[in-house]
């Protein structure tokens, strides 16, 4: 039994080596619990070790999207898949990040022609049928239709971590700004290091959705169900196979071309239907990158007005030190003429002119006033202290 809700059955499989948990997903959205190690995965899926190396969470791989000749490789972040045209190997299906996207594949992977069996006993016959063979031409091949919704939920999951970002570092940064203490710098420390962090990850997906886009080849690698209905339908006379007459936008385009030229290079496939879908998720994820990127920009602002707001403090500092250091100066002038005065050496212009000592304690204050004043304008005139 399996954890929130959906049930599957176990496969025992004997251990060769290190194990690991993986759910398969057929067509049906049925799954199993498999407990094998990589050299069964390889065996079963016909791919090599360098390329399930990237799926393990104890290397550090960045975020990749491959196509193989018969799987697609997927790693983004806690996704760790292995796609085939006819079922999907996850890693690690109990973890809290991996359960919700394994109850999405549950949901969405069985085809839509199953939708319509409850239908076949009150509509008539031959509608069905027509409503049938629509659905299947509309339909997505399997492959893409579980790449979708790994692309979702990493999209989804990056989105939500960023407004999550967003709702602690707003209110933090314009506490900061009305208040600069260390709490609050240490607290947008914290959140500055999560922001660049997460920006990291973003920019990882948002890279590998942008180059898979620029590269038309690296798109019809991902296109296995085509891939596999070339290697096993006849090939006909135009030079395309079968397979491309399952989605009439295809079909028509490759009629069009056939009748237009007669030498079609077999290979040019037509890649509009994935890059669609890619160029949803990557505007979604550039959507996500530009709310990092504007929520940089606000702390690179809110650091600026702290610095502004430091300098103010540190000139109100150095003018406050400016004017001690007039004042002590000028004291410093009185004090020597006191001490020149107070020293016990016999003057003979001492004796009977009391009355000098009044006149030198005034004429002494008011030249140390006049040298504190003439420092203070000439300090105000080179703009080192403000009026």
Not at 164 to 175: F, Q, T, V
Not at 177 to 189: E, F, G
Not at 229 to 249: I, K, R
């Amino acid at each position: 039994m399996g954890r929130d809700g959906f049930l599957v059955p176990v496969e025992t499989k004997k251990k060769t080596g290190v194990s690991t948990s993986w759910i398969l997903l057929d067509r049906n959205g049925e799954g199993t619990i498999l407990d094998v190690d990589k050299y069964a995965i390889m065996r079963r899926v016909h791919i090599h070790a360098r390329d399930l190396r990237i799926l393990d969470p104890l290397l550090s791989y960045p975020s990749t999207i491959l196509g193989r000749e018969k799987v697609i490789v997927l790693n983004l972040e806690h996704i760790k898949a292995i796609i085939t045209a006819d079922e999907v190997l996850l890693r690690d299906p109990f973890d809290d990040n991996v359960i919700p996207i394994v109850e999405e594949l549950q949901r969405r992977l069985p085809p839509i022609i199953a939708n319509y069996k409850g239908q076949q006993e009150e509509e008539d016959l031959q509608g069905t049928r027509d409503d049938v063979v629509t659905s299947e031409e509309n339909e997505f091949p399997f492959e893409f239709r579980a790449l979708e919704v790994a692309l979702e939920a990493i999209c989804s999951f990056l989105d939500a971590r960023t407004i999550e970002l967003e709702s602690d570092a707003y209110p933090a940064l314009d506490e900061l700004t009305s208040k600069i203490s260390s709490r609050n710098l240490d607290r947008v420390r914290k959140l500055k290091s999560a922001m660049t962090r997460l920006t990291n990850r973003v920019q990882k997906v948002r890279d590998e959705l942008e180059q898979l886009l620029d590269d038309d080849d690296d798109m019809a690698d991902l296109y296995l169900s085509r891939k596999l209905a070339e290697a096993s339908s006849p090939v006909s006379g135009s030079g395309a196979p079968n397979w491309f007459f399952a989605s009439p936008t295809i079909g028509s385009k490759i009629s069009k071309t056939s009748r237009t030229s007669p030498t079609t290079v077999q290979g040019e496939y037509d890649v509009e239907e994935l890059e669609m879908l890619l160029e949803a998720y990557f505007m979604q994820i550039e959507g996500t990158l530009n709310k990092l990127t504007t929520l940089r920009e606000y702390i690179d602002d809110t650091e600026d007005y702290i610095n502004i707001q430091l300098d103010n403090h540190r000139n109100q500092l150095i003018q406050l030190e400016l004017l001690l250091s007039s004042a002590t100066v000028s004291i410093s002038v009185y004090s020597l003429v006191a001490a020149i005065f107070g020293m016990n050496i016999p003057y003979t212009w001492k004796e009977g002119h009391g009355y000098v000592f009044k006149w030198v304690v005034i004429i002494a204050g008011i030249v140390c006033a006049s040298l504190f004043i003439s420092i203070i304008s000439y300090a105000r005139h080179k703009g080192l202290v403000g009026s």
